[in-house]
Each structure stands twice: as C-alpha cells, then as structure tokens.
C-alpha cells in the first residue's frame, strides 16, 4: 500500500500559505476542523473527493500532492545533505524525511539555494580559471537550462498527452502511407508551404537541418540517414502546428530563463516528432509482442537505438501502459546527459554516478548489450541493458563521438523483457549491488567507491590498506 503520509503535512504547509486557520479550510470541505486537524497530522487519510475539493479551494495542481514529488524531494535532499559542507552537521536520513514531510516548502527552498550555491561556486571556478588564463569570457552563473528541463519532464513523467493527440491527429489527417513515410511528410510540409532541401554537408556550415522562417525552407544534410530525415520533419511539422501547445507547456514558472524555455521547446518538439514515427498504440503494442526488443522495434518503425529507447519511456498513458523505465545517457567522461526514471531509480542530480552501473560497462564493449540486475542499498532491484551508440558527422574528417544508453525497470518486470532470458532473476550472485551515488551509500566494501559515505566519517590507517582507500580494514 502507498505511504501517504506526508500529504497531511503538505496539506498544512498549502494552508498556511494562504493564510486559512483550520476552522476556515475544514467548514469548505465540510468537514470538522478536528477530522482536519488529525489528516495534516497523518492520523487520517486524504479521500479522492477531498482531495478533489483541496485542489479547488486552494487552486492546487495534484501533482503537487504525488507521493513521486515527495520521494523525488527526499531524494533530492539527501544528495544535498551529503555535501562535505555539512559533513560536521550529522544530518540523519529522518531527519531529510520529517523536514520534506512537515515542511515541503522549506525542503524546496533549501534545494534551490543549494543549486544557488552550487551555481555560485562553479561560477567562481569558471571565473578562477579564465582568469588564470586572462580570459572572462562566458562566465554565466545562471541554473542549467538542461536540469529545469530534465526536471519538467521527470514532472510530467515523460508523457504529454496533448502532443500524443497531435501525432493521432495528424495521421489521420495527413493520410500517409507508413511504407513511404518520407514522401509524406514532405508532401504535409509543402501543403504547410514549407519546402524540403536535401543539402550537401558543405553547404549546411555545422548543421544537420536548417529552418529558413521567411523563405519556409527547410534544408537538411545529405549526412541524414532516411529514419533521422524523417525524424527532422515531424519535428518541423510539430513546431508548426503544435506552436500553441509546445509553448505553454515550456511557459512552466519553473523554467527561468529564455534559453531553458527554448530547450523545452526543441524537447516537445523532438516529442512530437517520436510520436509519429512511433504512434502510441502501434508502437505499445509491438513493444508487448516483441518484448521490447530495441533492435527488432528500431528496424520497424526505422528509428534509431536511443530514440526506440526514449519512446519506450514515454508509453505512460493512463489504461494503456508499457514497462515503467528509466532511461540514462552518458558520455565516456561519465557525464550524464539525459535521464528520466519512472521506475523508481533515482539518479544523482549533483554528483558523479555510481560506476557500477553498466552503462558505464557499456564503453568496454562497444556496440554490445550489457545486461545487469542491480541492487541499491535498500533492497531495491532493478534490471538494466545498455549499449554504446556513435554519432558521426558524415565525412571522414568529421568529429565522431560516442555515448551510452541504458534502459531498465524493476526487477519483478524483468522477465517481460527479452533481454532478462537466461539471466537467473533470483540468483544472488547474479545481483550486483549498485548506488546512487558514493556519498549517499553505505556500503564499505567497494573497491570504486571515490568519495567517503555521508553516514560514516572518514578514519585514516596509514599502515593498512583495504580494498578502497575509504573501506573500512582491521589492522594493528
């Protein structure tokens, strides 16, 4: 059963901030003000109809009230807390959970000025070395763009249903025939008045597609393979007719800045895009048939390794759900790049990774599938497959890079994916015991831990060397 009981306390702090006494709020609800008094302190529950009526009388998203939202806080908290700063405070793992619990708001404040402090701090560093180099430019001690946008969609859980009806609409509007995909998307563009140019790679100055406003042309590079063509165009048409919807959803107050609003417009855009390449109920469908086979769903809707994966974490629709995933990109250097969880994993928002995870196995066997049933420290099981992917510019003096992606879920909904078979789902030995990240977890033995744990403080042997240099030996 769902632990609900923080909602009393939020329900207290959303009263307070409009300034209602307990007798006020419980005569709208029509209820008591005792029966109100023991639900903000978890003694009672929160019925639907009540909850209901909160959001009227207090004009409140339900979202807001999501025991997701909680847990993702307390997450969040704890990650913060485990900064070296406050390494003399020994703030417990119940303490982060009663101050989210009893007082959500100030949770929030405490997380956004820890992100003020930490963009301060790497401001100063930014600033430190250009001007050891003589150079100010580019310094910018603003928030991330990319985390406000990662956090609006780990908001939405990856679902927007507006640009789902978008991408059903426009199939049954356009009319086009599957088999010949390309041929129909340009034809929609030039019915918009837009006209497709295939462009060499010389021409195109860097980019890989080109949107002249004025003239409504639209250029992509030869470079493109034909399922990347087609991504580019829905994304164009997505832009054009979905504008309204895109841009209210990017008008999120939790967006602060013009270039964060841009990033989720590029990001429900790409969305869009997904969603007509792989239509909700097809795509759900063959991804239950097929049991999630990335390569098999790639070749037939003709999209690429990531983008199949990034649709598979977008199947949320209320009746008609796939597998809950989450999904991690990385670079070679460990940086995290794109991330989404509706598994329940939590990732690292301000620090490194743990480098257990098989993502990071990934680069050691390029263009392999690496599977992994993992462990965190509370008992938690997930299973993960991941693998590299390449992206190149098109020529041979082109930059190529590589990246890679990782998809997972619980470990109970392992066996619905094709990748768990042969793999003894209840083996201990098969577990490999992961983390989020090496301040937030206990566990002594690793011989990768980089950091000490928040729980234990640091204890120096200077004559014994245990498996880390932070493990815990015993020696004379």
């Known amino acids: 059963m769902r632990d609900t009981s923080h909602l009393g306390a939020k329900v207290r702090s959303l009263r307070r901030q409009q300034s209602l006494t307990q007798a006020q709020l419980a005569e709208r609800l029509g209820i008591s003000a005792s029966y109100?008094?023991?639900i903000e302190h978890g003694r009672r529950s929160l019925s639907a109809p009540l909850l209901i009526k909160l959001a009227e009388i207090l004009d409140l998203d339900l979202k807001a009230l999501s025991a997701e939202n909680h847990a993702r806080s307390v997450a969040d908290l704890m990650e913060v807390f485990g900064d070296p700063i406050f390494d003399a405070h020994d703030v417990t793992n119940a303490e982060v959970r009663d101050l989210c619990a009893s007082t959500p708001t100030a949770a929030r404040a405490m997380l956004a000025?820890?992100?003020?402090?930490r963009?301060?701090?790497?401001?100063a560093d930014t600033l430190a070395a250009t001007l050891s180099d003589g150079d100010l430019a580019g310094v910018d001690s603003s928030h991330l763009p990319t985390e406000e946008v990662s956090d609006?969609?780990?908001?939405?859980?990856?679902?927007?249903?507006e640009l789902e009806e978008g991408a059903e609409a426009f199939w049954r509007e356009a009319r086009i025939d599957r088999d010949d995909l390309y041929a129909g998307l340009v034809k929609y563009l030039a019915e918009l008045g837009v006209q497709v140019r295939i462009v060499r790679t010389a021409e195109m100055l860097g980019a890989v597609r080109r949107y002249d406003e004025e003239a409504k042309v639209l250029s992509l590079s030869e470079v493109l393979r034909r399922g990347s063509r087609n991504f580019q165009l829905a994304y164009q048409i997505g832009l054009l007719t979905l504008a309204g919807v895109i841009d209210r959803i990017a008008s999120d107050p939790h967006l602060t800045s013009e270039s964060a609003r841009g990033l989720a417009r590029v990001a429900l855009a790409n969305y869009f895009a997904a969603a007509v390449l792989m239509p909700y109920g097809p795509f759900l469908e063959a991804a239950r048939t097929e049991r999630y086979d990335l390569d098999l769903l790639g070749h037939r809707f003709r999209t690429s390794y990531e983008q199949t994966c990034h649709r598979l974490t977008t199947l949320r629709r209320p009746g008609a759900e796939g597998v809950p995933l989450h999904m991690v990109r990385v670079d070679i250097a460990g940086n995290i790049s794109k991330r989404f969880s509706a598994s329940g994993l939590r990732f690292a928002r301000f620090s490194g990774?743990?480098?257990?995870?098989?993502?990071?196995?990934?680069?050691?066997?390029?263009?392999l599938f690496r599977t992994q049933l993992s462990q965190m420290p509370d008992g938690a099981t997930f299973f993960w497959v991941a693998r590299t992917v390449n992206r190149e510019g098109g020529g041979y003096h082109a930059p190529r890079s590589v990246l890679a992606v990782a998809l997972g879920c619980e470990g109970s909904r392992a066996k619905e994916l094709v990748y768990a078979d042969g793999v003894d789902l209840e083996s201990r030995e098969a577990v490999v015991q992961v983390g989020i990240t090496c301040r937030l977890c206990e566990r002594m033995d690793c011989e990768q831990r980089a950091f000490p744990p928040l729980q234990h403080p640091l204890k120096v042997n200077a004559n014994v060397r245990g498996v880390s240099f932070y493990a815990p030996v015993s020696g004379r």
């Open 36 to 38: 109100l008094n023991l």
């Open 113 to 117: 000025l820890y992100q003020a402090y």
């Open 119 to 123: 963009a301060a701090r790497e401001a």
């Open 152 to 161: 609006l969609i780990q908001r939405h859980m990856n679902h927007f249903p």
């Open 353 to 367: 990774a743990c480098p257990r995870w098989n993502v990071f196995e990934a680069f050691t066997t390029p263009g």
